[in-house]
């Protein structure tokens, strides 16, 4: 088992910055692969961001390219958000993956986080 707690969150007018952690204890040499996935009200949860858990090559959305930073380190993983917009307010969440290849497949992931508020205002 892996378990997962976001950090971050809140409320941030247009333009502004969020930056959001997920820790990760428990079974964590199972991981390979960390994603960041939202989901706005009424709409189905998305991918945002994608990083292998020992670092290498990330993957983004392309709603969120330009904008958004994915990062690691050994205590965290980070979603680093920058020139918010209103249509980026949804709940984030932190999954892990035990496959290098899923990406942007929700359905690869494993393991879940309870999710952490984000409200851009306009």
């Known amino acids: 088992q892996v378990q997962l707690v976001e950090s971050g969150g809140g409320l941030v007018q247009a333009g502004g910055s969020l930056r959001l952690s997920c820790a990760a204890s428990?079974?964590?040499?199972?991981?390979?692969?960390v994603g960041w996935f939202r989901q706005a009200p009424g709409k189905e949860r998305e991918f945002v961001a994608a990083?292998?858990?020992?670092?290498?090559s990330t993957s983004y959305a392309d709603s969120v390219k330009g904008r958004f930073t994915i990062s690691r380190d050994n205590a965290a993983v980070y979603l680093q958000m920058n020139s918010l917009k209103p249509e980026d307010t949804a709940v984030y969440y932190c999954?892990?993956?035990?496959?290098?290849?899923?990406?942007?497949?929700?359905?690869?992931?494993?393991?879940w986080g309870q999710g952490t508020q984000v409200t851009v205002s306009s």
């Open positions: 999954a892990v993956s035990r496959s290098l290849t899923v990406w942007g497949l929700e359905s690869g992931y494993d393991y």
């Open positions: 428990g079974r964590t040499f199972s991981i390979y692969l």
């Open positions: 990083v292998p858990w020992r670092g290498g």
